[in-house]
């Protein structure tokens, strides 16, 4: 009798050590899950627009890839207003993180630069000239778009859009530590903050 409830006991105290490592594993594992589906969730938000931008410009055109044949034919031009709007933020995606799950925190190492995410752009043509056999093609307008377009987007730079995200990136960051408190978790950005400090000692 008393080597049974010896045995008992001895499997009554296996039993509990199995039990609380499997709980252990479970709630690691749970832990591990966590932290996967809260960065999903913050690179989830992908392209996330922190400025827009209108541009309007008068773009010049006029076709100088046939010059002797547009001697013979005569020449085509054409005055194009071009409405943009132009959409600037961050790729989220492109965020580095990692989680320190004892803590249920993730944490924020590297942050994107802002970035020209769309430009969305309207054509009027004014002045379209055609010479008297050499009429516009599709492939003409189709390149004379594609040009403007790329007229707008080069004097996006010079704009001071991009200077304007990198003012409001804190914003961004805060949108992103309120997708990870939603699950009980800390955002942790100070390495961010150290990385800011330096680059303004350097830059004195």
């Known amino acids: 009798m008393e080597f049974l409830f010896i045995g008992l006991a001895v499997g009554a105290v296996v039993a509990y ?8 594993e479970k709630s690691k594992l749970k832990t591990n899950e966590q932290s996967l589906v809260i960065m999903d969730k913050i690179r ?9 931008g209108d541009f309007s410009e008068v773009y010049h055109y006029e076709n100088l890839k046939e010059k002797y044949l547009s001697l013979l034919l005569g020449k085509k031009k054409a005055i194009v207003l071009v409405n943009a709007k132009a959409h600037v933020g961050f790729d989220l995606s492109k965020v580095r993180m990692n989680s320190e799950n004892e803590k249920k925190t993730i944490v924020l190492t590297n942050f994107p630069q802002p970035e020209l995410l769309t430009v969305e752009t309207d054509f009027k043509y004014y002045d379209k000239r055609e010479g008297w056999a050499n009429p516009f093609t599709t492939s003409d307008l189709t390149d004379i778009n594609r040009d403007a377009k790329n007229y ?27 997708i990870v408190e939603t699950i009980g978790w800390k955002l942790d950005y100070t390495a961010l903050t150290l990385e ?9």
């Open 44 to 52: 989830s938000v992908c392209k996330f627009i922190t400025v827009e």
């Open 196 to 204: 800011d400090k330096n680059q303004a000692k350097i830059e004195k």
């Open 17 to 24: 050590f199995i039990f609380a490592r499997f709980n252990s």
């Open 152 to 178: 707008i987007v080069d004097k996006i730079p010079q704009s001071g859009l991009l200077d304007q995200a990198r003012k409001e990136a804190l914003d961004t960051i805060l949108l992103m530590e309120k």
